[in-house]
């Protein structure tokens, strides 16, 4: 099923299937999907525990890898790039949120937003300058020195975002960014995201199963039983 975003696409899906090996069968987590994403666009992706959401945005994000079909980001055909590669592909065009924030306990709240930059090669002036800005428009300044595990949910998972967005990606991947937070946070998490969005153009996809969280999207693409079931313009 082939389902068309208006803007020229950013990332084209196509026919993408995964399965995984379980003993002496195979699992399939996605079957024959396909999908444009537009430059700038905010999409959900939206189903229930085990629709294969989670997988379409590992493989999109180059986290995990298609057993058939392809994906290409950017004009890059993801499958023909090696792991060295890919990782710098990644780091260079993407930024992800991920539920379980995935902080480094170790380093300060600074330090965890500067680490993509230090990937990167980027000066340290710059590198200051960045992440006290995305610090700023998250509100968690006079956090920079504290360690992840002082700060409370919705904190971290901003603390996450300024991590996500301060390479100034092409395309940012957020999987169930609220899943671990309370309503009230949940909410001020995606309003946060859809500003980044608009402000700085970035191509935001997210995942999810709450209907109050899929309304933050321009579309929503609802997947069932690892395919893409229908989509449309949010409500």
Do not use: W
């Amino acid at each position: 099923m082939q389902v068309a975003a208006t803007a020229t696409p950013l990332i084209r899906v196509m026919a993408v299937g995964k399965h995984y090996q379980l003993e002496k069968t195979q699992a399939p987590a996605l079957i024959e999907v396909s999908l444009d994403v537009g430059e700038g666009e905010r999409l959900c992706l939206m189903g229930p525990s085990g629709s294969g959401k989670s997988t379409l945005l590992n493989i999109i994000g180059c986290i995990d890898r298609a057993s058939s079909g392809s994906v290409v980001i950017d004009g890059e055909e993801t499958e023909r790039l090696d792991d060295a590669r890919l990782s710098r592909f990644r780091n260079r065009t993407m930024g992800f949120v991920f539920q379980s924030f995935n902080l480094i306990p170790v380093l300060s709240v600074f330090e965890n937003v500067e680490y993509p930059l230090l990937l990167q090669g980027l000066p340290s002036k710059e590198r200051r300058s960045r992440v006290d800005e995305l610090l700023q428009k998250v509100g968690l300044a006079e956090y920079a020195r504290r360690s992840p595990e002082n700060l409370s949910g919705g904190q971290r998972q901003r603390v996450a975002i300024a991590r996500a967005l301060v390479t100034r990606p092409r395309l940012v991947i957020a999987d169930e960014p609220t899943a671990a937070l309370d309503h009230a946070t949940g909410s001020s998490i995606m309003e946060l995201m859809v500003d980044m969005n608009e402000t700085a153009g970035s191509t935001l996809i997210f995942s999810t199963h709450d209907p109050s969280v899929a309304r933050y999207a321009k579309r929503i693409v609802r997947m069932l039983d690892g395919r893409i079931d229908s989509e449309g313009e949010a409500a």
